[in-house]
């Protein structure tokens, strides 16, 4: 079965600062990877995606994540944090043969600081 | 579009009775995920509808939890006896295709179980 691990609970930054939020996954075959930001209130929202192909993948706000088979990661950047990007951030694994099921990661609280 | 809908938004009940939670998906969207979020963990797999196929009830963590979905369409997240261990928030999601990876998950905002 697939799982996945976010290490950083919470993690702070300073606006304007880079940011990489670690993430690392278990899975026998070639894994489907997504990143999701849960902003307070509101429901969960897809940043971006990796099936297959360019292992650097590009998403929406300015995030971007590599897929880095040796290290079982797909960690999520921004070269420059803004003080909306506060919210929890969930690394998540698929897989064709587990029924279109998304196991979920711990998450990561980011809080920004002015 | 209308995204996910879930209602009650919060809902507070007392030990021992029983809830119904209702999730609207997204007009069209043919796969419905239940998912639970307790304070401070991720989100744990409860229970996934694909079309008219069986559900896939994998994660459902007790026989007082159960769920349906009528007409393809609304579904609703039964947990009976409610124990304080219940409490957490409750999302469901819909994704159009019958590929997980061609339509990604659509969110609601949850609903909020507090077992007193």
């Known amino acids: 079965a697939q799982s996945v691990t976010q290490p950083d609970i919470h993690i702070t930054v300073s606006e304007g600062a880079s940011l990489e939020l670690r993430c690392n996954y278990s899975?026998?075959?070639?894994?489907?990877l997504f990143w999701y930001v849960q902003s307070p209130g509101q429901g969960l929202q897809l940043l971006l995606k990796?099936?297959?192909?360019?292992?650097l993948v590009q998403g929406i706000k300015g995030f971007e994540a590599e897929f880095k088979r040796s290290q079982s990661s797909f960690n999520l950047r921004k070269p420059s944090v803004h003080w909306s990007d506060a919210a929890e951030y969930f690394c998540?694994?698929?897989?064709?043969?587990?029924?279109?099921?998304?196991?979920f990661g711990g998450g990561t609280r980011l809080m920004v600081k002015p | 579009g209308a995204g996910v809908s879930q209602s009650p938004s919060n809902k507070v009940t007392e030990k021992g009775k029983d809830v119904e939670l209702r999730c609207d998906p997204i007009s069209g969207h043919t796969a419905l995920y239940w998912y639970r979020q307790s304070l401070g963990q991720g989100l744990e797999f409860l229970i996934y509808?694909?079309?008219?196929?069986?559900?896939?009830k994998s994660g459902l963590p007790s026989d007082r939890f159960s769920a349906e979905r009528t007409g393809g369409s609304v579904s609703t997240l039964t947990i009976q006896r409610t124990q304080q261990e219940d409490s957490a928030v409750y999302l469901c999601?819909?994704?159009?295709?019958?590929?997980?990876?061609?339509?990604?998950?659509?969110f609601g905002n949850g609903t909020r179980l507090t077992v007193t």
């Open positions: 990796y099936f297959s192909g360019d292992t």
């Open positions: 509808f694909q079309g008219n196929s069986a559900p896939d």
């Open positions: 999601a819909s994704s159009r295709s019958t590929t997980l990876f061609n339509s990604p998950l659509h």
């Open positions: 899975y026998g075959a070639t894994p489907y």
């Open positions: 998540a694994v698929g897989a064709y043969n587990a029924g279109n099921m998304l196991t």
